[in-house]
Each structure stands twice: as structure tokens, then as C-alpha cells.
């Protein structure tokens, strides 16, 4: 987990409600990444950015939005769209070249009230 | 495309035997191969990865894995299980983007029980 950071652990949204998700790194790394964790279906990749102010829809971006204003900062938004929110989110981060490793952070809970 | 298949939901061995969580994989060019380890409520842990080279890779905390080109698999192992290992285990393999860069395509995740 270390140098990746996400807050909150766990996050409340109530129905209609957008609500944000923070990843930050410290890791100097270029390309980030948000994955959605469902039991029994692995990590499935919803956005990633490989550089600052681009950024591109994975297998899941409906209902979701991102930003990359900062290289350390990749924020993800969900939306009220996203009609089936209840996941584990997970941010991952990687160093510029093709065969380093994703490094990921320690994880959001969202839950739907 | 790309794809990654963990064939077995749930694996279960006793302290001190030996431990295999099985992969295989699906890549169009040279294959990039990982492993991670998920603890609950907490986030994926890098174990080991392969690139090229030797097709035996070692890795964190004892653990190894095999890379066999002919069966597409790149199993994990390690000669002695212990009760902290017991944890979710992910295979991934690298996938490129059309919009260019990579990700990882994870498969369904193996769930490892290591018993007294």
C-alpha cells in the first residue's frame, strides 16, 4: 500500500447523491488507474490517466468521472447514474514504463444507503 | 483480447505442505504476468511478476511461480504453506490499451486456506 493513499475507508452515499473518492501517490509514478471490486468477478479497470490532464474510459466507466489535475492526484467521482455503486474501489498506480508493476492503495468501501 | 482464467474458487492445504494456485492465461504477443495477494478490506499486495528471463520467478515472502509458454500457465507456489498466507490471490496479465498504455486484466481471484 505505501505511497498510495485513499480516503475515505468506508463512504455513504445516499440515492440521487454524487459522491468522490480520493487517491493520492507520492510515488512520482505517471500512469494511475481505478478498478471496481465485486466478489467473485476480480478487478475490473473503470478509468485509467497515463499522463497529467488525459485520462480514458476503461470496461466500466458508466456512471463514473475522473480528473487528473496533478500527476499525485486521480480522483473518482461517482455519479448518481451509476445505479449499482455498492463495491470496492481500488486506485493503483504504475512508473512510465510498460513492464513496471501497478501499485495499488489500500482501497474505499462504498456503500449505498 | 486478453484474458486470465483461475480455474479453482477455493484451495485448501494443511501447514507445511505444499501450495499451487493455478493460472492460465490468454495474450495475443509476449506475455507480462502477475501475481497479487488480497488481505480482507485491504488492497492488492504485488507478490511476483514475470517480464522475460528464467521462467522460474521468485518473489515475496517465499513464494514462486512457474511460467510454461507451451501450457499458457503461470502457476503460483511455495514449498511450505503457513496459516498467513491464507488470503485472496490474483492472477493478472498486461493488456494494451487502443488508446495506447496498458492494464491488467485480473482473473476471478483464488481464495487460499492454509489449516492447522
Known amino acids: 500500500d505505501g505511497g498510495i493513499t485513499q480516503s475515505p475507508k468506508y463512504l455513504f452515499r445516499k440515492e440521487g447523491q454524487n459522491v468522490t473518492l480520493s487517491c493520492e501517490q507520492n510515488?512520482?509514478?505517471?500512469?494511475m488507474y481505478w478498478y471496481r471490486q465485486d466478489p467473485g468477478q476480480g478487478l475490473r479497470l473503470i478509468y485509467y490517466?497515463?499522463?497529467?490532464?488525459?485520462?480514458q474510459k476503461g470496461d466500466i466507466a458508466e456512471g463514473y468521472s475522473v480528473s487528473r489535475e496533478k500527476k499525485e492526484s486521480f480522483p473518482l467521482t461517482v455519479t448518481s447514474a451509476q445505479k449499482n455503486p455498492t463495491a470496492f474501489y481500488l486506485c493503483?498506480?504504475?512508473?512510465?514504463?510498460?513492464?513496471?508493476?501497478?501499485?495499488f492503495g489500500p482501497g474505499t468501501r462504498l456503500l449505498v444507503l | 483480447a486478453q484474458s486470465v482464467a483461475q480455474p479453482e474458487d477455493q484451495v485448501n492445504v494443511a501447514e507445511g505442505n505444499p501450495l499451487t494456485v493455478k493460472c492460465t492465461y490468454s495474450?495475443?504477443?509476449?506475455?507480462?504476468l502477475f501475481w497479487y495477494v488480497q488481505y480482507p478490506n485491504r488492497g492488492l499486495q504485488f507478490l511476483l511478476k514475470y517480464i522475460t528471463g528464467d521462467n522460474l520467478v521468485k518473489g515475496s515472502y517465499g513464494f514462486e511461480a512457474e511460467f510454461n509458454k507451451s501450457q499458457t500457465s503461470f502457476h503460483l507456489k511455495k514449498p511450505s504453506a503457513l496459516v498467513s498466507d491464507s488470503a485472496l490471490y490474483f492472477c493478472?496479465?498486461?493488456?494494451?490499451?487502443?488508446?495506447?498504455?496498458?492494464?491488467?486484466?485480473f482473473g476471478t481471484g483464488t481464495q487460499l486456506k492454509v489449516e492447522l
Open positions: 493478472a496479465v498486461r493488456a494494451i490499451l487502443t488508446g495506447g498504455g496498458n492494464k491488467l486484466t
Open positions: 510515488l512520482n509514478h505517471d500512469a
Open positions: 495474450v495475443s504477443g509476449n506475455p507480462y
Open positions: 493503483a498506480s504504475r512508473p512510465g514504463l510498460a513492464r513496471e508493476t501497478q501499485y
Open positions: 490517466s497515463q499522463i497529467v490532464n488525459d485520462f
